[in-house]
Structures are given as C-alpha cells and as structure tokens.
C-alpha cells in the first residue's frame, strides 16, 4: 500500500495515473529530435525502468553513478552499457563489444581496483572485456577458456577474486581479472522448488554475488527463464565464505509471478545493490503479459533488510505498482533516435544482426547508407531497433541504388520476420519469408515506408511523397514473434533491411508511441 491512499480502488486509480504520466512523458520524449526525460513530480515511478528488450540486467554502482549492462545476443555492436543519476532515467553510454563473438549472454559489470570488467558468456566458453573508463575504449575479449554460463564476479577481503557460474561452482581468477588459475568447485546446489509448482525446468541461473556486514550474498534465478508465468524466480542465499557453505534465505523465493494473470511473467535474474543513500533494491527482469515479443523487460524493486540479515521485498510489495522513487536527486537525460552519434559513430540505440562490419555502412547526418548483403532478408544483417511500446508508428525515407532492395520489418531471428520493402520498381511484402510484389511500378528509386503496430496487429505503408499514405492489403499478426514459441531468448524489433547488389540509404527514421 501506498502511504495515506487507503483502499484498492485507490491503488488502481494511482496505477492508471501514474502510467498514463509516464506514457506522455515518454510521448514527449521520442516525438522530439533531442528529448529529454524529465522525472515527474509524482514522486513515484512504474516499472519497467527499461521498457523493450533488455533481459539480464547487471548495474554497477559507482560512487552516485549507475552503470547497466545486458545481454545483448546477436545484436553487434554489443554490451552498451547505460548511464544514470536516479536509477529511473538512463541515456546510453556506448557499446563495449565491436568484435563479434558469438551469442552473446548474460554479462557482470564490475570495477576492481579503479578498473571496469565485462565478464560474458558466449560461444561456449567465459570472455573478459577491460577498460580504464567505462566509456571505453574497451579491450577486445579475452578468452577464460571455461565452460558455463552466467559469471558473476567476487572479491574477498584479501583480494582472492572468482567467478561464479550458473552451476553454483566457482573459479578462482588471477590478480587482473584475465585468467583463470584453479580448478572449477561446486559450492552451491540451489534452493529446492516444490515439485507441484509450475516452472520450465530448475535451471539454476545468474549468480551475482556482494559482502554485506559478516556475510556474502549470492543470489541467482531458478525455475526457467521464460515457459510458464510462475517459473523464474529470485533466489538468494548467504554464507561467512565467498566460497560457502551457502544458506538459503527463509525468504525464498523474494519474488516470482503468482500466476498467469500477473503483469509481470517469469520475474527473476536478480542484482541486488545499496544505492547512493543507503537505500537497497534489486534489478531484475520480467516479460510482459500478452507482449512476450517485446523480450525481457528491465525492473526495479526495492529492498529491505531484517534484524536477523536477510533482505526481503517490503511487505505488500507489487511490482506492477506504483513505486516510491529513490531519494537521489533526479536526472535530466537527452539523446536522439538518429543514426549518427555527434562523434561520427553509430548511435549505439541501434544494432546489426550477427557481425558488425565497419566498412558496410556509412554515416550521413541523419541517414546511413548500407550496402546490400544477401540474397534474401534472413541473411540481411538488418540495422535493428527496440520498440519500447505496445503501439507505435516507424517510418523511414529510403532511396535505393544498383538492383538492392530496402525494407522496413519487424524482425525476430533469421527464421522469422514480416516487413515491406522496395527495389527501384516495386513496392514488395515479405510475410513470414514468403516474399511477392504488392505494387508493380510504383517508384523511381525512393520510397517511404512505415509500419503501424496497434498490440501486435500491424498495417504496412509506403508513400511517394512522404505524406499520402497508401496502405498494402497486407496487414500481419504478431503476438508469437517470442521465444516461448521460436526459441533464442530474443525480441521483436524494427529492422532496416539492405540486400541484394547495390546499395540503400535510408534517412529521416521516425518512432512514435500510440495511446
């Protein structure tokens, strides 16, 4: 409950306020060129802090600074990481990986002895990336050559350093972080889950660890990271040893769905953290309800602790409720939805599907110039893009050169995706791979093209001249695009498609929110 609004009619007005708030605030923010995120003086925010797909935060205290990091899969360049003052309003800092390494999952942000690390897993094995700023630049990873997923960093008070893994083992790293100097040992064997509650499987996940008074802290995920609603879960446990034996806290589990109606599904992935004033929150990751194709959706929580060492959610804590903001002063973020950052670099809000290859692409002001790659949009490597709403318009300006084609779509994996797209001629649909001409000899070269997403039912558009719209007979549902249906942990996002010989410049991208 929130502090003199008695009653749950109260409760649910306070919820309708507060998003409708946020959506226009955030309406605001990306109908402008430069927005800014301006927190409200309600007091109190909604989750997700990170609507979209942002799945396995880890946040990195730093002095009043907050730095998040994700998993970032195939999406090159990889691991950007974010900035804040306030822990509600977040402006990209940059990506950290330019070198393709695979898939890659789950990270740990750390700093360690005036020094930044990403520990990663990818292509079957632990990397390592460093930096002396978090800004970068960042070293390329270093191979750990050890098995596993998930790695969590710790340090005991005598500076002895080690990794955590998902298998509740551990090894032990060298002084600099860079290597791995013992042998692999299990120390942690989870909290038992009854066997009458529905989850996709124990599958024991994202340990992150930190020493609190006498203790060290682990805490991890358990139950499946997506399948049913009430399968992930928040798991802690704590032990005098960063290397056990471990405790499980009587707490367990702090936080899982209570069912299938709950906003918030298969809630887990914890980072537990003591903010700039003392305060203490967890950052986690939840799906949406009927919006699973968004992906992992990044949330706040907070924290208390009890007399006896354990730290639990308040009381009557609801995640999909309004949430008394952290007291640390509020923080003005300003960035842009263009291609080009003011460095010259792409903006890091957009990535490439597989490797990131410098020389395909070039920046102009507000447009980009890709070369066509592929013969068929799976193999396009598209420029991707997070949509952050259940409803939105995105349209781009798009001029092609040789025999390439451009498109706009909304795009999943290599084995599914939905779009319109344009030679020089024609207007064409690509409707879950099935491609065919919609308009013939409709164009000289350049198009406008949009998609109108209205909760998973998606119209398709072009235009000659940028205001007449001329909607395609093919519309698209959507709902499925996730990955309890196509595997691959990924999201739905809006995708610039250059393929074929030639080249496609596209220009004047715009994203708008609907109500």
Sequence with gaps: ????????????????????????????????????????????????????????????????????????????????????KDLINWAPVGSALTKYTGSVWAPDLVKYNNRY???????????????????????????????????????????????????????????????????????????????????????????????????????????????????????????????????????????????????????????????????????LHGYERGHYNMGRQTLLAPLVWTDDGWFKLPDGFEIDAPIKKPDITPYNVSYSYNFCTGDNTLNPLWK???EFDTLRFTLENDAIVVNGKGSSLAGSSPLLFIPTDHSYTAQVEVETEGEAVGGLVLFYSQKAFSGILADNNDILTNLRGWQFVAEENVLDGHVFLMLKNIDNIV???????????????????????????????LSLRIGLVSMGKGSVRFSNFKYEPLE
């Design 117 to 283: 690390y990403i520990y990663f897993p990818a292509n079957n094995s632990n990397y390592v990336i460093t930096a002396d700023s978090v800004k970068g630049p960042w070293s390329d990873p270093v191979d750990l050559k050890v098995g596993y997923i998930d790695p969590g960093h710790v340090a005991d008070d005598d500076g002895n350093r080690y990794l955590y893994f998902s298998s509740g083992a551990s090894v032990p790293l060298s002084g600099d972080g860079l290597s791995v100097v013992g042998d692999l040992r299990h120390s942690y064997d989870g909290w038992p889950v009854p066997r009458d509650w529905t989850i996709e499987c124990f599958c024991m996940e994202g340990p992150k660890l930190f020493k609190h008074g006498d203790y060290y802290y682990l805490t991890v995920a358990e139950g499946g990271t997506a399948g049913p609603a009430t399968g992930h879960m928040v798991i802690s446990a704590r032990s005098r040893s960063p290397l056990g034996p471990w405790e499980n806290s009587p707490f367990n589990p702090l936080i899982r769905a209570h069912n299938d109606t709950d906003q918030w599904c298969s809630v887990g992935h914890a980072t537990v953290f003591e903010d700039a004033s003392g305060s203490w929150w967890m950052i």
């Design 1 to 84: 409950m929130i502090p003199g609004i008695p009653g749950q009619n109260k409760i649910l007005y306070m919820k309708r306020r507060f998003l409708f708030l946020i959506i226009s605030v955030t309406s605001l923010i990306l109908n402008a060129q430069q927005p800014e995120t301006d927190a409200s003086e309600s007091g109190f925010f909604m989750n997700p802090i990170f609507a979209g797909d942002y799945p396995d935060p880890s946040i990195l205290v730093d002095g009043d600074d907050y730095y998040v990091v994700n998993s970032s899969f195939e999406y090159y360049p990889g691991l950007t990481v974010w900035h804040s």
């Design 459 to 489: 119209g398709l558009y072009y235009s000659t001249d940028g205001e007449k719209w001329i909607k395609s007979e093919t519309s698209l549902e959507v709902s499925g695009y996730h990955h309890n249906a196509l595997n691959d942990f």
């Design 352 to 354: 490439f599907f597989g």
